[in-house]
């Protein structure tokens, strides 16, 4: 018997042994990866599995405090969206610029676009300076007020104000604009006072005038239009220089125009050529037509499109109808 009880004995320890053994190597990984190894990925259990509808009772709201106001009351009291402004006309108003360097005031006719008064918006400004012979209002009589009211509306261009001098035929122009009307117009008027959101053209004569302030001042004006261009004489060998040094980050984006049968066309062919040389980018355009108002008429709207093309609409709010915006 007692041989039996020694083999019963034996076999029973070799069970226990068994179970007490280390599992296998995927086993052990897995319990490696329960106990906090590496935390495997939880996959949400799908509503619809779910055997029943479970609700949370939610608990009691402490009573408001002094420091602590209502939910309901803290996300209703923003101010309300200003009701947008519904003008489609802007106004043309005069100034009389008072010019340290020229010893008599510079006459401009502005343009501010639609709501301008009914805004705290700021706005890009465009210079256009008339042509020989006439004065600042031939732009008006071109229709640049009535053609940027069109293109406002139809979202085409973004509000911008357009800036009209008087130019006496006075070459101390340069440097009365940029010392004496950029900055007035800046301080009186809400404008984006950098190069990027200021454009100068001009026809003919204004033409040259926009070419010399667009190269002589690049850090000004970040778009430069020219229309029938009559170059200064004598100003040629300073637009040479001054385009041969354009610094590569204040290269301006030019656009000049000319009708094939202008006299004065060899400026622009001549202004092409240089731009060219210098491997400039520019658009120019010779189109059917004269040096004449009809000309540059039948293209405003062109001419807008070029100066505002960059231009975007800069947030803007409308305040209390009572208390307008002054200029």
Same mark, same amino acid.
């Given at each position: 018997m007692l041989p039996l009880r020694l083999a019963a004995l034996f076999l029973l320890a070799l069970a226990l042994a068994a179970c007490s053994a280390d599992p296998a190597p995927a086993s052990r990984a897995g319990i490696a990866q329960a106990a906090g190894d590496a935390l495997p990925v939880r996959t949400p259990v799908p509503t619809w599995t779910l055997p029943f509808q479970w609700t949370a009772t939610p608990s009691a709201m402490p009573p408001p405090t002094s420091t602590q106001r209502p939910v309901a009351e803290a996300l209703f009291t923003a101010t309300p969206t200003p009701v947008p402004c519904a003008e489609t006309q802007g106004a043309v108003i005069t100034a009389s610029v008072p010019s340290d360097v020229l010893n008599y005031p510079i006459d401009a006719q502005i343009y501010l676009p639609p709501c301008y008064t009914r805004s705290?918006? !700021? #706005? &890009?400004v465009l210079y256009l300076i008339h042509g020989l012979g006439f004065t600042n209002d031939q732009w008006v009589r071109l229709g640049a007020p009535t053609s940027a009211d069109a293109l406002i509306a139809s979202g085409e261009v973004a509000p911008l104000i357009i800036v009209m001098p008087s130019d006496r035929r006075d070459e101390r122009l340069d440097p009365a604009l940029v010392k004496d009307l950029l900055p007035y117009v800046d301080a009186n008027y809400r404008t984006l006072a950098d190069r990027e959101h200021r454009a100068i053209g001009g026809l003919s004569r204004g033409a040259g005038w926009s070419v010399h302030f667009g190269l002589r001042y690049p850090g000004l004006f970040g778009r430069v239009g020219a229309h029938s261009l009559a170059i200064f004489f004598g100003d040629e060998r300073?637009?040479?220089?001054?385009? !041969?040094?354009? &610094? &590569?980050?204040?290269? &301006?984006?030019? #656009?000049?125009?000319v009708g094939d049968g202008d006299r004065q066309i060899q400026s622009s062919i001549w202004f092409d050529q240089v731009l060219t040389w210098f491997k400039i980018e520019h658009t120019y355009l010779r189109q059917p037509g004269g040096h004449s108002e009809k000309y540059w008429s039948a293209h405003v709207g062109d001419y807008l499109r070029f100066y505002a093309a960059d231009w975007r609409f800069a947030p803007a709010s409308a305040p209390d109808p009572a208390e307008p915006f002054a200029p």
């Open positions: 705290s918006q !700021r #706005y &890009p300073n637009l040479l220089q001054w385009t !041969r040094h354009l &610094p &590569p980050g204040q290269m &301006p984006a030019f #656009y000049f125009d």
